[in-house]
């Protein structure tokens, strides 16, 4: 393969046999003219170097290309001005792309969902499809500090044409104010289990991988050893731990449920440009428990470019309130739903090891559990003060 | 190895006759360059022999390719088997 200044600057190929091969090396070596000889017997050698060489391979029979790479390229088109205008056409076009904002990429957050932090950063101008000339990121990000209460940091880095968004929820930041505050500690077991692995960063590990321990055992000490300078402290680890534990839920056959049902418009909102024109709105007293229905309807062009405004609508559901049973099929399927999203908010940061789930009819309804067993961290930092 | 040879290279003056070689390992084989060659008798994918004042440089080998550098130097790349050499006047 030819290498890359060959390619970029032009290179002819010059082809002979194999007897005039290597007089033609010759000749070439003692000019001091550089070229690459190939096994099948071509020569490639720079545009600039050719025209020295004919001078001196004129006694030798050997055929030459025209010029390739890319300056061989050039030379051969015919509408030269077309594809000059075409590649400054394309160079405009990749500048003007670049200054768009292509992807936006949420970071740091664990309770505001991505969509929420993507609607946060809309509602103060900034989105994909915005111009980064025209954007100024620190504005931006004194808005979104300023009106959403739920972030307490956030940073815009731009890398090309994505936007990197990294944020601090609030509530990182109370827990760990919590901490700095307690002086005095020891962790202790928040549930009975077995200890699967113990991590000490500060304080003296009361228990060992394998030991089995109940609720309240201490698990790190606050008590320094003697060998560590001995005195107190705040006690600092992670004590993961196998759990078993069953989650049950019951479901009573009989049920109350709203019928002949009517909603009744309470309130109309119009929002323009983030500007709410209230429209509509019945004042009276809710009663209690009824339905509440909030209906948004985003008007767009075409269906495709979303209009800056919105039709906000809220419903109070009435309706007449009634005693139901619950078929049999009904009566698992709704204590299973329950079982499912009472496992799942139970299990949110665990691991499961194992599961098994069982149920049975009672009198007046259904009763299914769930015998989990899983490894979570079992810590609780329990703060304790010296006697005076 | 891939080393032009240029007249402000000081270290030529160190490169004495009859010829100089210099050889590292590459993922083709081997990168050998030969200094002080005057002149390609033969040519070949597996042999090679090359023409220096104090006599001929035979390389044996398998899909071996040659350059030409300035200075009279040659670079060879390929694997190469075996050099011979043939003392003598050119």
Redesign the interface.
């Given at each position: 393969m030819a290498k890359i200044d060959s390619i970029i600057f032009g290179y002819r190929v010059i082809s002979a046999n194999?007897r005039e091969?290597?007089k033609i090396?010759?000749i070439?070596?003692?000019a001091?003219?550089?070229?690459?000889?190939?096994?099948?017997g071509r020569i490639l050698m720079r545009e600039k170097y050719f025209k020295s060489s004919v001078a001196l391979l004129k006694d030798i029979q050997y055929t030459s290309s025209d010029v390739m790479g890319i300056t061989g390229w050039i030379k051969r088109i015919n509408n030269k001005a077309a594809v000059i205008i075409a590649i400054i056409i394309s160079i405009i076009a990749a500048l003007w792309t670049y200054n768009l904002v292509w992807d936006v990429r949420i970071d740091g957050n664990s309770e505001i969902t991505d969509a929420a932090v993507i609607r946060i950063i809309n509602e103060n101008g900034f989105g994909v499809g915005n111009l980064w000339s025209k954007t100024n990121i620190d504005e931006i990000e004194k808005n979104i500090l300023e009106n959403c209460k739920a972030i307490s940091w956030i940073n815009i880095n731009r890398r090309g044409t994505v936007a990197y968004v990294t944020l601090l929820e609030n509530d990182q930041k109370d827990g760990m104010d919590n901490t700095e505050k307690i002086k005095y500690a020891n962790i202790v077991a928040s549930n009975d289990c077995v200890i699967e692995e113990i991590t000490v960063l500060r304080g003296k590990a009361a228990v060992k991988v394998g030991d089995t321990v109940k609720k309240g055992d201490l698990l790190i000490s606050g008590v320094l050893p003697d060998e560590a300078g001995g005195g107190l402290c705040c006690a600092e680890g992670t004590v993961v731990g196998k759990i078993s534990e069953e989650i049950s839920v019951y479901v009573d056959r009989e049920y109350t449920e709203l019928t002949d049902k009517k909603e009744v418009i309470c309130s109309v909102d119009l929002k323009i440009f983030n500007f709410c024109v209230n429209i509509f709105k019945k004042h009276r007293n809710l009663d209690a428990g009824c339905d509440i229905i909030k209906e948004i309807n985003i008007f767009s062009l075409f269906g495709k470019r979303v209009l800056p405004f919105e039709l906000h609508i809220d419903y109070a559901v009435n309706g007449n309130v009634s005693q139901s049973l619950y078929s049999d099929r009904e009566l698992i399927s709704v204590a299973c739903d329950r079982l499912t999203s009472e496992t799942a908010r139970k299990l949110r940061d665990c691991d499961l090891i194992s599961i098994r789930t069982y149920g049975d009819y009672t009198e007046n309804g259904y009763s299914v559990s769930n015998k989990v067993v899983f490894t979570s961290e079992v810590g609780l930092c329990l703060p304790f003060e010296l006697e005076k | 190895m891939n080393r032009?040879y240029k007249k402000t290279d000081k270290s030529n003056g160190l490169i004495k006759p009859p010829f100089y070689i210099e050889a590292c390992r590459t993922a083709a084989g081997m990168s050998m360059v030969i200094s002080g060659?005057?002149?390609?008798?033969?040519?070949?994918?597996e042999n090679i022999?090359l023409?220096s004042h104090g006599g001929r440089i035979i390389i044996v080998g398998k899909?071996?390719?040659?350059?030409?550098?300035?200075?009279?130097s040659?670079e060879i790349v390929g694997k190469i088997i075996g050099v011979n050499f043939k003392y003598g006047k050119n």
């Amino acid at each position: 393969m030819a290498k890359i200044d060959s390619i970029i600057f032009g290179y002819r190929v010059i082809s002979a046999n194999s007897r005039e091969l290597a007089k033609i090396c010759s000749i070439l070596l003692r000019a001091g003219i550089s070229c690459e000889v190939k096994p099948d017997g071509r020569i490639l050698m720079r545009e600039k170097y050719f025209k020295s060489s004919v001078a001196l391979l004129k006694d030798i029979q050997y055929t030459s290309s025209d010029v390739m790479g890319i300056t061989g390229w050039i030379k051969r088109i015919n509408n030269k001005a077309a594809v000059i205008i075409a590649i400054i056409i394309s160079i405009i076009a990749a500048l003007w792309t670049y200054n768009l904002v292509w992807d936006v990429r949420i970071d740091g957050n664990s309770e505001i969902t991505d969509a929420a932090v993507i609607r946060i950063i809309n509602e103060n101008g900034f989105g994909v499809g915005n111009l980064w000339s025209k954007t100024n990121i620190d504005e931006i990000e004194k808005n979104i500090l300023e009106n959403c209460k739920a972030i307490s940091w956030i940073n815009i880095n731009r890398r090309g044409t994505v936007a990197y968004v990294t944020l601090l929820e609030n509530d990182q930041k109370d827990g760990m104010d919590n901490t700095e505050k307690i002086k005095y500690a020891n962790i202790v077991a928040s549930n009975d289990c077995v200890i699967e692995e113990i991590t000490v960063l500060r304080g003296k590990a009361a228990v060992k991988v394998g030991d089995t321990v109940k609720k309240g055992d201490l698990l790190i000490s606050g008590v320094l050893p003697d060998e560590a300078g001995g005195g107190l402290c705040c006690a600092e680890g992670t004590v993961v731990g196998k759990i078993s534990e069953e989650i049950s839920v019951y479901v009573d056959r009989e049920y109350t449920e709203l019928t002949d049902k009517k909603e009744v418009i309470c309130s109309v909102d119009l929002k323009i440009f983030n500007f709410c024109v209230n429209i509509f709105k019945k004042h009276r007293n809710l009663d209690a428990g009824c339905d509440i229905i909030k209906e948004i309807n985003i008007f767009s062009l075409f269906g495709k470019r979303v209009l800056p405004f919105e039709l906000h609508i809220d419903y109070a559901v009435n309706g007449n309130v009634s005693q139901s049973l619950y078929s049999d099929r009904e009566l698992i399927s709704v204590a299973c739903d329950r079982l499912t999203s009472e496992t799942a908010r139970k299990l949110r940061d665990c691991d499961l090891i194992s599961i098994r789930t069982y149920g049975d009819y009672t009198e007046n309804g259904y009763s299914v559990s769930n015998k989990v067993v899983f490894t979570s961290e079992v810590g609780l930092c329990l703060p304790f003060e010296l006697e005076k | 190895m891939n080393r032009t040879y240029k007249k402000t290279d000081k270290s030529n003056g160190l490169i004495k006759p009859p010829f100089y070689i210099e050889a590292c390992r590459t993922a083709a084989g081997m990168s050998m360059v030969i200094s002080g060659i005057i002149g390609v008798s033969d040519y070949c994918e597996e042999n090679i022999e090359l023409l220096s004042h104090g006599g001929r440089i035979i390389i044996v080998g398998k899909f071996i390719k040659l350059k030409l550098l300035e200075l009279n130097s040659v670079e060879i790349v390929g694997k190469i088997i075996g050099v011979n050499f043939k003392y003598g006047k050119n």
